[in-house]
Nanobody
């Protein structure tokens, strides 16, 4: 079992930055690929970023490449999402997720077994 708790969301002006954190419980955090997803009102949950268990491979959706950075600290059982140059279209609830074997389907929510409760990110124009 893995429990995930996100933090770091808030209200920021366009062009600003936020750093999201997701702390995991359990002893097997380092075995999981970790993803960040987001869901805006009236929209489906969408993939944002993924980092493999070892931390050496990362993936991003095109709209956040060059602005967002995913990282992890396995000793602290924490995954981060540094978000820079935020835009109003980044407004959403952000979720972290843990997947044992997402494989090439890392963009698909159903490939992740555990989810956090989400943290709201609001970007004003």
């Amino acid at each position: 079992q893995v429990q995930l708790v996100e933090s770091g969301g808030g209200l920021v002006q366009a062009g600003g930055s936020l750093r999201l954190s997701c702390v995991a419980s359990g002893r097997t955090f380092s075995m999981y690929s970790m993803g960040w997803f987001r869901q805006a009102p009236g929209k489906e949950r969408e993939f944002v970023a993924c980092i493999r268990s070892s931390g050496d491979i990362t993936y991003y959706t095109n709209s956040v490449k060059g602005r967002f950075t995913i990282s992890r600290d396995n000793a602290k059982k924490t995954v981060f999402l540094q978000m820079n140059s935020l835009q109003p279209e980044d407004t959403a609830v952000y979720y972290c997720a843990a997947g044992r074997y997402p494989g090439s389907d890392y963009r698909q929510p159903h490939r992740y077994e555990y989810w956090g409760q989400g943290t709201q990110v609001t970007v004003s124009s």
